[in-house]
C-alpha cells in the first residue's frame, strides 16, 4: 500500500513531493517499530521465553524485509545473525538449493554467453535468482568462476566447456554467493579461492585487498572493496585491454540493473562511497549482477521517476526477455547511469522528490547518502505488481 501511495505522490514534483514522501517514510517506521516492540513485549511475557537472547554485533543495523525467496527477505537482524554466523545458515541454503534444483532442473532463466576475443563470460543460472559466472580463457582452457553457489550446476558447465577450473572469485560470504567454494576446490585440487578476509568466506586460500589482481592465462581481473551490503564485499573487474573488447564488472549484491543491494553492514555514506566506486568506471563497461532482479527494479524505478523515457524502454526490453524466461544481463554502466535511481543521487530530479532539505553546511555529499538511504527505505516498501 505504501508503494501505491509513494507512486502517486511522485506523480507531482518539488517541495511537497519531498514532504509527503518524508511523511510516509517516517510513518512507515514509526509502525514498524510499534509493532517489533509489541512482539518483543509479547515475547517476554510468554512463559516459553526462558532467556534473553545475545545482543547482536552494533556493526549490522536492522533492515525489515517483505517476504520471498531470498533468505535475505525474510527477517531482520537475528535472522541475518544466524544466516551469516552459524551452520543453520548453511542448512538453510541447503534447502534453498534442494528446492531451486527440483523447481528449475535447467535454471530459473536462459543464458546467453559472450564471447571475445579469446575470451568467454558464461552466466550460470542458479538458486531462485541468482547468478554464477564462468571467465574463460578460451585458448589456454583455464576458467575462473565467480561466486559459484551451485557446485554441481558449476561444475556442469566446467565439463561442458572442457575447461580447467584454476580460481573461485568471491564477492562477499553469504550462503547464496559462496556456498559452492568447499565442493569444487575440494574437486579441483589446484583452485584457488579469493576473496576479502575481512567477510569470512569460506574455504578462503588468496585473501584480496583494494586493487589487488588476479591473473589466469591472459584474464586480468581486479578485485575493487565496496563494503556496505557486507563489511568486506569485493567486485571483480576484467579488465578488456588484453582481448580488445569491454570490461567486465562482476558485481556480486552490490550492483544490480536498475537496483542495489540492501546496506547490512554499514551505513549509506559506506554504500554511497562503494557506488561511486562503479560510477568511476567507463560507459561500455559490461554489468554482471548477482541476481535476476531486473523486473521488479525498472518497477520500483517507475515509481521514484516516472517520466524517465531511458527507463520504460528499458522495461520493455525486460518485459520481453522475462515472457521468455531469458536473461536480462549484461546491462552496461552507460545504461545503468540513465534509470538506475541508486546511481543517479546526484539528479535534481530525484533530490526535488526525495531529498533531505538541505543542512546548514550545504554537504552535498551528506545529502546524497541521506537520498540514498531514502530510496533503500522505499524500495523495501515497494512490490512488484
Known amino acids: 500500500m505504501a508503494a501505491v501511495v509513494a507512486a502517486t505522490a511522485l506523480k507531482g514534483r518539488g517541495a511537497r513531493n519531498a514532504r509527503v514522501l518524508r511523511g510516509i517514510l517516517s510513518g512507515a517506521t514509526a509502525n514498524k517499530a510499534s ?7 509479547q515475547s517476554h511475557s510468554s512463559p516459553e521465553c526462558k532467556e534473553e537472547p545475545e545482543p547482536l554485533s552494533p556493526e549490522l543495523e536492522y533492515i525489515p524485509r517483505k517476504r520471498g525467496k531470498n533468505p535475505m527477505k525474510a527477517v531482520g537482524l537475528a535472522w541475518y545473525s544466524l544466516y551469516t554466523r552459524t551452520w543453520l545458515g548453511y542448512l538453510f541454503y541447503r534447502q534453498q538449493l534442494r528446492r531451486a534444483r527440483n523447481r528449475y532442473p535447467k535454471g530459473h532463466s536462459r543464458t546467453q554467453p559472450r564471447l571475445f576475443n579469446g575470451v568467454k563470460v558464461l552466466p550460470i543460472p542458479v538458486l531462485s535468482d541468482n547468478y554464477s559466472y564462468l ?33 573461485i572469485l568471491c564477492t562477499h560470504k ?10 569444487l576446490s575440494r574437486r579441483h585440487q589446484d583452485c584457488r579461492v579469493y576473496g576479502s578476509p575481512q567477510d569470512s568466506i569460506p574455504y578462503l586460500t588468496h585473501p584480496l585487498c583494494h586493487q589487488d589482481v588476479v591473473s589466469v592465462g591472459r584474464l586480468q581481473i581486479r578485485a575493487l572493496a565496496t563494503p556496505g551490503h557486507t563489511q568486506g564485499h569485493l567486485v571483480y573487474l576484467l ?3 588484453p582481448y580488445e573488447g569491454p570490461s567486465c564488472l562482476f558485481s556480486g549484491d552490490l550492483l544490480f540493473l536498475s537496483g542495489c543491494g540492501r546496506t547490512f553492514e554499514g551505513t549509506a555514506e559506506t554504500m554511497l562511497s562503494s557506488l561511486d566506486t562503479v560510477l568511476g568506471l567507463g560507459d561500455d563497461t559490461l554489468l554482471w549482477p548477482g541476481h535476476e532482479y531486473a523486473e521488479e527494479n525498472l518497477g520500483f524505478a517507475g515509481v521514484v521517476e516516472p517520466e524517465n523515457l531511458a527507463r520504460e524502454r528499458k522495461m520493455q526490453w525486460v518485459q520481453r526477455q522475462r515472457m521468455e524466461r531469458k536473461s536480462t544481463c549484461p546491462s552496461t554502466l552507460g545504461e545503468e547511469r540513465s534509470y538506475n535511481p541508486f546511481l543517479r543521487t546526484h539528479c535534481l530530479v530525484l533530490q526535488e522528490a526525495l531529498g533531505p532539505s538541505p543542512g546548514p553546511t550545504g554537504d552535498d555529499g551528506c545529502s546524497r547518502a541521506q537520498l540514498l538511504e531514502r530510496l533503500r527505505q522505499l524500495k523495501d516498501l515497494h512490490k512488484s505488481k
Open 174 to 183: 553469504h550462503w547464496d554467493h559462496s556456498g559452492g567454494n568447499r565442493d
Open 35 to 41: 509493532q517489533n516492540r509489541s512482539r518483543a513485549l
Open 239 to 241: 579488465d578488456g585491454e
Open 135 to 167: 571467465i574463460i580463457d578460451t585458448q589456454a582452457r583455464l576458467a575462473v568462476a565467480v561466486d559459484p553457489s551451485d557446485p554441481q550446476a558449476v561444475q556442469a558447465s566446467i565439463e561442458k566447456e572442457g575447461v580447467n577450473l584454476v580460481a
